[in-house]
């Protein structure tokens, strides 16, 4: 079954550091999204991205927050300073687009991402 | 928006079927319904999707009556593993997902 990748599994930074968050949709995906879930809480929308271009973002998804695809395969999230309130898992998630959404949305298995 | 309404948490012994429902009075015409499992320190895996009546794949059944006011998850014979959070959500074309708090299913012993 084909899967959404996801490195690194586990990332600790500095706060005031950048950090990139990678994903590797499925290959015929047309619509990518992130998303974090802080301990405990729900999983929260951050942006979804279809035809190189972010096409909704959550309130969350502020100047610090940058998506990018870069060479077709890759689909990345660059947090620009992080804060200790960045410290959450990051979910990427891709769906087939046209009626492919009726097979739902497939997540990788996240970043745990660690401010210190 | 719309939204949904499920049970924060239920309770199953192993082999039980359970019934998860939720709740959603203004669901829209281009809604469909949507339901994922999320285990602990993994991201949201779908389950099954449906509009109206009765949806049924390898691992559960999805009912939603008439006026589609309510929907049904149905896990026949629970075992430990299926012990996870369960999300009742809408999905409209390749809108975002909207997640919830969920259900959180305990399956005992």
């Known amino acids: 079954e084909p899967e959404v990748t996801q490195t690194p599994s586990h990332q600790v930074t500095q706060m005031g550091q950048e950090v990139i968050l990678r994903c590797v949709p499925i290959?015929?995906?047309?619509?990518f999204y992130w998303y974090r879930q802080i301990l405990g809480q729900k999983v929260e929308f951050l942006v979804s991205?279809?035809?190189?271009?972010?096409?909704?973002k959550s309130e969350i998804f502020d100047d610090q927050f940058s998506v990018e695809r870069p060479d077709g395969s890759n689909f990345t999230l660059k947090i620009r300073s992080t804060k200790l309130e960045d410290s959450a898992m990051y979910f990427c998630?891709?769906?087939?687009?046209?009626?492919?959404?009726?097979?739902?949305?497939?997540f990788g298995s996240g970043t745990r991402l660690t401010v210190v | 928006l719309a939204k949904t309404t499920q049970p924060i948490s239920m309770d199953s012994y192993e082999g039980q079927e359970v019934n998860i429902t939720c709740s959603h009075n203004?669901?829209?015409?281009?809604?469909?319904i949507t339901w994922y499992q999320q285990f602990p320190s993994q991201g949201p895996r779908f389950i099954i999707q449906?509009?109206?009546t009765k949806v049924t794949n390898e691992v559960a059944s999805l009912f939603i009556p008439a006026d589609r006011k309510s929907s049904t998850l149905s896990l026949p014979r629970v075992s430990l593993s299926d012990t996870a959070v369960y999300y009742c959500?809408?999905?409209?074309?390749?809108?975002?997902?909207?997640f919830g708090k969920g259900t959180r299913l305990s399956v005992i012993a």
């Open positions: 991205f279809y035809n190189n271009e972010i096409s909704e």
């Open positions: 203004n669901i829209a015409t281009n809604d469909y």
């Open positions: 449906g509009y109206k």
């Open positions: 290959s015929n995906h047309l619509y």
């Open positions: 959500l809408f999905i409209s074309g390749n809108t975002p997902l909207v």
């Open positions: 998630a891709s769906n087939e687009g046209g009626q492919g959404f009726r097979y739902g949305y497939t």
